[in-house]
């Protein structure tokens, strides 16, 4: 699977694809189009003050939110949704044991939300914090056992049968290394950085790897994936180690990227690649720059995008920045030769304010841009934060909860999907 403003100008805005280092299998085909959203649904006061919304997850006719708030570390979360079928808000009645789920990951048949902070806390030595795993099935929600001494939890995936957590967790300090926990009742404790695993859907656990930290470095893993039969896991950045790769029974460092300087790495499968959305360090005094590899296993090309207003020129790779992405699934209908659709949510930063796109791929060789603009009264979509797909719709929410609606019609071409493309209104 591809499994994750100010006022929009009517110009004719041409883009266009520069794959400057993929082979030349790779196509540099594009597609331009307006597109026109509309606002379906709006989340309450009550969910919307205090907290930062991250994501949508499509499940069982069903658009989960992931939303919380980690700062003020204030309340419990509840597993909230958007029913498209009649544009309401609705719940579960299920209170995670968290102030935030941030992420919702749909693995086979099952919906899984690691628990990004645990209303569990570490106090001291005798009050450890608690880690928790939440599995929706056609039955309901179920929690994990919790895993001792786990702050956050960022991230799940499956591979070889085994479910492989992301987490940061409290660890002994090393000697020598002082008090870095920043908790004055639990002096003698780091944070570090974890995987974990278990064979049994969370009912026991065992450490898969321990990520290392020194005086200097606080150390957590943000992200895990399956690809090409391996499984990848990014931690926070220490040196050149940039990527895990998980060689059956351990864990190797690959400077995947061959290069220097990264900050973070965030992962993308889409159908035979791995896209890897870098964040380089810009230098002192300098933002850092936002670039995209397709990695096929064995080697990452860069792939560099190019945006056109007319007249002049802006290298995305300086001026973009992915806000979220989704995946599709192309079974309705079924077709056996289909791929999965990947849809960018894209913002550009330009002289005249940031512009909103949606780039979508199945191939990494022909691409559809979509400007996004509103049908109301010219209010843009302010502070996007997610997207996400179903057969016959696009979503996105945005930072004050108003979930906007783009809808997709069947084509007579192909068996292919083909979005509505009205003109943005002035």
Request: hydrophobic share 30%.
């Amino acid at each position: 699977m591809c499994s994750r403003t100010g006022r929009i100008m009517v110009v004719c805005i041409t883009l266009s694809i520069i794959l400057q280092t993929i082979p030349p299998a790779y196509s540099r085909s594009a597609d331009f189009y307006n597109l026109e959203i509309k606002q379906s649904a709006e989340l309450g006061e009550s969910v919307v003050n205090g907290n930062v919304i991250r994501d949508l997850q499509f499940y069982a006719g069903r658009i989960y939110i992931g939303y919380g708030d980690i700062i003020s570390n204030a309340g419990r979360v509840d597993a909230i949704y958007y029913d498209p079928n009649n544009n309401t808000i609705s719940s579960d009645a299920y209170d995670f044991d968290e102030c935030a789920v941030f992420k919702y990951e749909r693995l086979g048949s099952k919906l899984y939300a690691p628990g990004t902070e645990s209303t569990v806390r570490r106090w001291d030595n005798q009050h450890p914090a608690l880690g928790n795993l939440y599995i929706r099935t056609d039955q309901g929600w179920s929690k994990s056992t919790p895993i001792v001494d786990v702050w956050h939890m960022y991230d799940v995936e499956e591979f070889g049968g085994d479910l492989y957590v992301a987490t940061n967790y409290y660890s002994p300090c090393c000697a020598g290394q002082g008090t870095d926990s920043g908790d004055p009742l639990a002096p003698d404790i780091c944070v570090s950085g974890a995987i974990f695993k278990t064979s049994d859907e969370g009912l026991t656990w065992q450490q898969s790897y321990a990520i290392p930290r020194d005086y200097l470095t606080s150390t957590a893993c943000y992200a895990i994936s399956s690809y090409n039969n391996k499984l990848y896991a990014f931690p926070s950045i220490r040196g050149g180690d940039y990527c895990l790769v998980y060689y059956d029974p351990e864990w190797r460092y690959e400077n995947i990227l061959n290069m220097d300087n990264i900050k973070g790495i965030a992962p993308i499968k889409c159908n035979d690649k791995l896209l890897l959305y870098v964040t380089i360090d810009g230098g002192q005094g300098q933002n850092p720059t936002k670039t995209l590899y397709a990695y096929d296993g064995t080697r990452a090309e860069q792939v560099n995008l190019t945006y056109h207003d007319g007249t002049t020129e802006i290298i995305l790779s300086k001026e973009w920045f992915i806000i979220d992405y989704c995946i599709e699934t192309k079974s309705i209908p079924p077709r056996e030769s289909s791929k999965d659709d990947l849809y960018m949510l894209i913002g550009i930063r330009t002289t005249d304010g940031e512009r909103l796109f949606i780039v979508e791929t199945k191939d990494l060789q022909h691409w559809n841009y979509y400007k996004v603009c509103d049908i109301y009264d010219g209010t843009a979509i302010t502070r996007p934060c997610a997207i996400e797909a179903s057969s016959r719709y696009l979503y996105i929410i945005n930072n004050g909860g108003v979930i906007y609606e783009m809808r997709r019609e069947a084509s007579t071409q192909d068996g292919d999907d083909y979005f509505e493309q009205p003109t943005c209104s002035p």
